[in-house]
Each structure stands twice: as structure tokens, then as C-alpha cells.
Nanobody
Framework: QVQLVESGGGLVQAGGSLRLSCAASGCIFSINTMGWYRQAPGKQRELVARVDNGGSTTYADSVKGRFTISRDNAENTVYLQMNSLKPEDTAVYYC????????????????WGQGTQVTVSS
């Protein structure tokens, strides 16, 4: 079994900062991309940022210059540092990873965390 466990969400005022963490655990053979998505009420889930196993990053235009994604490969953990938060950043943030589990070693599968609420007040 593979699990993604998130932490770090909460309530913050506009202009503030939060740091999200997501740790992958279980019978993991290898991890490709790790990243963060978010879903606001009434909206579709969207990519926030992702980082591949070589360190290349992708960001949504709306968070460029404010959010930073990083990854600790030794700990199978991905982080999202969120600065200069805006009310429009309010959403449930989901961790995502492409993982080869030992039970399915021939392909990468999608794994999701349970989600963590981020609320930015104006």
C-alpha cells in the first residue's frame, strides 16, 4: 500500500505564508513527479505546482513568484512554500505523485493525498 499524507494547511490572513508538506510512504519502488493541485468550491481541480525526479518544476501562472515547490527524495516528501497569499488561493490542496509500487512495478500510477484546507482571509 502507498499513502500520501499531507500537513500544513490552515487559516491565514492575506499576505501571509503557509508551508504544506506531503510524505509518501509504503511499498514504493520509485517516484516520478510529485506535486500539488487545488480545488476551490464550484471549480475544477487545477495544477498548482509539480516537480519531477530531476528537479524540474512547473507552476501555474497564478502562483508564479509567490509559491515554491521543493522535494526531498531521500524522505519521499514534497513541500509547497506559499507566500503573499491571496483570498483567491483559498481551496483544498491535494498532494499528487506518480509512483511505482512494488506490487505494480511495471508502471507508474497516480496517488492522491486526502487534501488539506487552505483559507486566506481578506
Amino acid at each position: 500500500q502507498v499513502q500520501l499524507v499531507e500537513s500544513g494547511g490552515g487559516l491565514v490572513q492575506a499576505g501571509g505564508s503557509l508551508r504544506l508538506s506531503c510524505a509518501a510512504s509504503g511499498c514504493i519502488f520509485s517516484i516520478n513527479t510529485m506535486g500539488w493541485y487545488r480545488q476551490a468550491p464550484g471549480k475544477q481541480r487545477e495544477l498548482v505546482a509539480r516537480v519531477d525526479n530531476g528537479g524540474s518544476t512547473t507552476y501555474a501562472d497564478s502562483v508564479k513568484g509567490r509559491f515554491t515547490i521543493s522535494r526531498d527524495n531521500a524522505e519521499n516528501t514534497v513541500y509547497l512554500q506559499m507566500n503573499s497569499l491571496k483570498p483567491e488561493d483559498t481551496a483544498v490542496y491535494y498532494c499528487h505523485a506518480l509512483i511505482k509500487a512494488y506490487s505494480i512495478i511495471y508502471r507508474y500510477n497516480d496517488y492522491w493525498g486526502q487534501g488539506t484546507q487552505v483559507t486566506v482571509s481578506s
